[in-house]
């Protein structure tokens, strides 16, 4: 069993839709919990960044920590097409420097 | 640009070469990390350089593998004897000693 699991998709969606997106994980060492988008051949870029349990907001995107559950969501609010990307969940230890671990990611489309 | 640049982007080779991809991160991020993602999949972690040591290696670096980080600066990954299986995205990564990771857009390898 992966360390962290993520529903691969394909997730679609309408545009104007509230997307939800999720991951579990195992090991209850990890501590801090990153979203990633990845367009099609392309690097990860970092969309939200959160530390122990609770909830972040950015702009459309809402990131929340369940660490009792061992379970993150990401909330993109009135989603575009410009969205349609893979998004990873990904989480590190706190002592671990930025050795990420990663989902398989999710891939998402909106439709216009 | 002043994000982090990998080169080349694209390289296809026979199996049995040898390959090496270039990584230059952020300027004063004095952490560096090697990925690697398949399809489908996240990017699984390979290797982290603190400055020009390194610090850590994934047992998925076989003995095939070897990154160097020689002044600090730019990181070099080698593959010796390709193998299909080696076929892949390899990301560069670099952080600063607190904060966030930034990826590079990868050299994606194609063994044939």
């Known amino acids: 069993q992966k360390e962290v699991e993520q529903d691969p998709g394909p997730l679609s969606v309408p545009e104007g839709a509230i997307v939800s997106l999720n991951c579990t994980y195992s090991?209850?060492?990890?501590?801090?919990f990153m979203w990633y988008r990845q367009y099609s051949r392309k690097g990860p870029e970092l969309l939200m960044y959160?530390?122990?349990?609770g909830n972040k907001e950015d702009g459309r995107f809402t990131a929340q920590v369940d660490k009792s559950s061992k379970y993150i969501s990401l909330f993109i609010r009135d989603s575009q097409p410009s969205d349609s990307a893979t998004y990873l969940c990904?989480?590190?230890?706190?002592?671990?420097?930025?050795?990420?671990?990663f989902g398989g990611g999710t891939r998402l489309m909106v439709k216009p | 640009d002043t994000g982090v640049s990998q080169n080349p982007r694209h390289k296809i080779t026979k199996r049995g070469q040898n390959v090496t991809f270039r990584c230059d991160p952020i300027?004063?991020?004095?952490?560096l990390y090697w990925y690697r993602q398949t399809l489908g999949q996240g990017p699984e972690f390979l290797t982290y350089?603190?400055?020009?040591?390194?610090?850590?290696k994934s047992r998925l670096l076989s003995d095939r593998f070897s990154a160097e980080r020689p002044k600090g600066s730019f990181s070099t990954l080698e593959i010796q004897r390709t193998e299909q299986g080696d076929s892949a995205m390899y990301l560069c990564?670099?952080?600063?000693?607190?904060?966030?990771?930034?990826f590079g857009q990868g050299t994606r390898l194609t063994v044939v």
């Open positions: 300027s004063e991020h004095n952490r």
């Open positions: 990564a670099s952080s600063p000693s607190v904060g966030d990771a930034f």
């Open positions: 959160t530390y122990s349990s």
């Open positions: 090991n209850s060492a990890f501590q801090y």
């Open positions: 350089f603190q400055n020009e040591a390194q610090l850590e």
């Open positions: 990904a989480m590190r230890r706190g002592n671990a420097g930025n050795m990420l671990t």
